[in-house]
């Protein structure tokens, strides 16, 4: 279905446009038609120049303001005759006068032109591309200024595409205006000068003449030499307190040892660069030991026992599963230690990767203090180094906080693990990806759970119609949803075994939930705190603070992984990994910068939630025009069989077009379904493609395809089909 993103912008918008086309057609229509074309040529200035002459003594300040409203109209409107007008300049008013109003004149009409092009095409082409635009809408944030300065000083760029251009980019139309103003002034000056030796002139092709030309294109480069001149200097005071060792003892020093450092550690010991890793708690970081590893096998035991219940689903009784909560969370335990290995000091050492053990901290830019669990220090150098320092859970400061039992994604492991409760009950605090999956999971085990959620929807990044799925989910398993309440604060009992209270506001009413202790599950922030950051002066916001190439202020000081940002993802951690390794190994001979257009995400609840670019949301809030195909699961043939009907598959494509601007995939196993998608995306395939696939029957991932059909089915030529069922009743004449 097409979806409402594609219609036009509004009625007086769409009015307004179409009056400003019919306004410059009907005066491009008269300047040609009346032949005004034709008198502006270099032969017909010439004819008329003692005429414009004597004019201009006769008249001076009308002849001057009639020049001008004839150039500012026709740079506007991109008319053949600008050249000439310049020239003109120079025969009529002399070089100073003629270049004032000449650089005045071609300033306001390319500001005109930028405008209107502005008003036709920006929502257009951003409707079309959306996303697509923000690489270079970043470079124009950035660098606009000199961009634009470069065209204009080099006059090899035609004029009215340039206007047309930087009209499609956020750059403010004050911006636009001064720096075409300067960067024009040059060109401006030839052109000017040589109207002033009007009667000798044989031709516009020998004013610029190669040496000239080359002079300007030298002056173009100039913004973008001072640019890197200024840089080199801004980055030779920044290095300038600290001392550059003469020899190194590392090539790359990597701080973290989580998904991030060990990709970039393995990398570098890889290709025989000597590498020295440095964690101060267990290899593998939170994704081995208390991220995604351990809350996986908790959710596949989770998912057992609420099969066990359903079985009826499948033709079999259902049964209540005796729950030992130790005992579950001693198998979460035992696959932690299974996966363990994949990350240890011995395998990393085995691959030439040096392991220390210890806290690490920045004391210039090439140095890192090593302190050991003793509290021995050991200091090492190198030209690169690499934070990957990870994130830990956020714990606001709210009353009575430290009253109660409070975990988190990093200690409820513990806490469940060697809890002496039955049946603990918990209040899980946040309805994000985390805050769901384990409510869900632990209710499915047989827990008490409450879930409490300031805004009115969970999973608060996915479409509405893909969290309303998981919160019915949620409800169905027995998770007692708390929707638009807001945490005042924590009470307990006396007593180490005191009944928790968890005091929250709903609307207008205050409610008090009784619990046994307090999951926080309210998301993850960079860590920042002891690594020196802040002494050596490296930008800090919500993550470190990284150019494209991942680089800090600091060029040989890189970051990657959750520490870095935006995503917090063990899979774009790792992706980073590669970029940061290679730039740090081999950046002087040639960096890379991190391209992260298509990053998929899934949430492990059930059903999974998997998405890749765009949400509906987010193209209707950016004002992307996108068509929607969507297929149901419930007519998917697996999933029926399987008795997994819940769930959909959701596309969204450029009008017209098969190319894939995002998709939502909610459903069992959508997080392995999604790839296929993912890999549409990276490589430039659209939904035609992925319907000419073939897929094995009867599969899962047969919703791709079928979500595909969907697509081609609304495609149907349906003005043919008269004739088709023509040409077939006549086939059946014989």
Not at 170 to 186: D, E, H, I, N, V
Not at 397 to 415: F, K, N, Q, R, Y
Not at 548 to 565: E, H, K, R, S, W
Not at 582 to 598: S, T, Y
Request: positive net charge.
């Amino acid at each position: 279905m097409a979806s409402p993103l594609s219609e036009p912008t509004g009625r007086p918008a769409r009015w307004r446009q179409l009056l400003l086309i019919a306004a410059i057609t009907l005066v491009v229509a008269l300047f040609f038609g009346l032949g005004l074309h034709r008198q502006l040529t270099l032969e017909g200035l010439q004819r008329a120049h003692s005429a414009l002459l004597e004019r201009r003594a006769q008249s001076p300040l009308p002849v001057a303001a009639a020049y001008m409203a004839i150039y500012v109209l026709v740079t506007a409107l991109s008319l053949p005759g600008a050249a000439v007008l310049t020239l003109a300049g120079g025969a009529i008013f002399g070089l100073g006068l003629g270049t004032l109003l000449v650089s005045f004149a071609s300033s306001l009409g390319a500001l005109l032109a930028f405008l209107v092009a502005r008003t036709l095409l920006r929502d257009l082409v951003r409707r079309r591309f959306g996303r697509q635009l923000a690489p270079i809408e970043a470079g124009v944030a950035r660098d606009g200024v000199l961009y634009l300065l470069s065209l204009r000083l080099a006059p090899v760029f035609p004029f009215f595409l340039v206007n047309l251009l930087m009209a499609l980019t956020p750059m403010r139309a004050a911006s636009f205006y001064l720096t075409s103003q300067l960067g024009m002034l040059p060109g401006t000056l030839v052109y000017v000068n040589a109207g002033t030796q009007l009667a000798q002139l044989r031709g516009l092709g020998g004013i610029l003449s190669p040496p000239l030309l080359g002079s300007l294109l030298l002056l173009a480069l100039f913004p973008w030499l001072a640019k890197a001149a200024t840089r080199r200097w801004q980055t030779w005071r920044l290095y300038r307190p600290w001392r550059r060792p003469r020899r190194f003892d590392r090539n790359l020093i990597v701080i973290g040892a989580g998904a991030a450092g060990l990709v970039t550690s393995y990398i570098a010991a890889t290709v025989k660069a000597r590498v020295t890793l440095v964690e101060r708690a267990a290899m593998g970081g939170d994704c081995l030991n208390t991220g995604c590893v351990p809350s996986k096998a908790l959710i596949s035991s989770a998912r057992l026992a609420a099969r066990m219940r359903r079985a009826d689903r499948y033709g079999l009784e259902p049964v209540e599963p005796r729950l030992s909560v130790r005992q579950v969370f001693a198998r979460v335990a035992a696959k932690v230690e299974a996966i363990a290995p994949h990350d240890s000091v011995e395998r990393y050492e085995g691959l030439g990767v040096e392991v220390l053990r210890g806290q690490a901290r920045l004391l210039d830019p090439w140095t890192v203090a090593i302190q050991d669990p003793e509290g021995q220090e050991r200091k090492l150098t190198a030209p690169s180094i690499v934070l990957a320092t990870g994130a830990e859970p956020v714990v606001p400061d709210w009353p009575g906080i430290d009253a109660v039992p409070l975990l988190t994604s990093e200690t409820v492991w513990s806490w469940l693990g060697s809890c002496a409760l039955e049946r603990p009950r918990l209040a899980v605090l946040g309805g994000g990806p985390i805050g769901c999956e384990l409510a869900q999971a632990l209710a499915q085990l047989g827990l008490p759970i409450t879930q409490i959620q300031r805004s009115e929807r969970l999973l608060k990044k996915e479409d509405a119609d893909a969290a309303a799925e998981v919160q019915r989910a949620l409800e169905a398993d027995g998770v007692t949803l708390l929707m638009g309440a807001t945490v005042l604060g924590f009470e307990r009992e006396s007593g180490p075994q005191g009944a928790v209270t968890v005091r929250v506001r709903q609307g207008e009413q205050e409610r008090a939930i009784a619990c046994d202790a307090v999951l926080c599950a309210l998301g993850r922030r960079a860590r920042l705190t002891g690594y020196g950051l802040e002494e050596l002066g490296i930008p800090t916001g919500a993550t470190v603070t990284t150019n494209a190439f991942l680089q800090t202020n600091y060029p040989n000081i890189y970051a990657a992984g959750d520490v870095a940002g935006p995503f917090q993802f063990i899979h774009t951690a790792a992706h980073q990994a590669w970029y940061a390794a290679v730039n740090a190994l081999f950046g002087n001979l040639r960096a890379f910068k991190v391209d992260d257009r298509v990053i998929p995400r899934t949430t492990f609840t059930e059903p999974q939630v998997a998405t890749v670019g765009l949400t509906e949301a987010e193209a209707r809030a950016q004002g992307v025009a996108v068509d929607v195909t969507r297929f149901p699961l419930h007519d998917l043939d697996r999933a029926i069989v399987e008795s997994a009907e819940q769930g959909f598959v959701k596309v969204l494509t450029q009008p017209g077009g098969d190319r894939i601007l995002g998709a939502t995939i909610v459903g069992e196993h959508a997080g392995e379904l999604l790839a296929e998608i993912v890999l549409a995306m990276k490589w430039g395939l659209g939904l035609g493609r992925i319907f000419a696939t073939i897929h094995a029957y009867p599969t899962l991932a047969e919703a791709n395809k079928y979500a595909a059909g969907v697509w081609k089915k609304q495609r149907v030529p349906h003005h043919l089909m008269p004739w088709l069922r023509r040409y077939h009743a006549w086939r059946r004449r014989g």
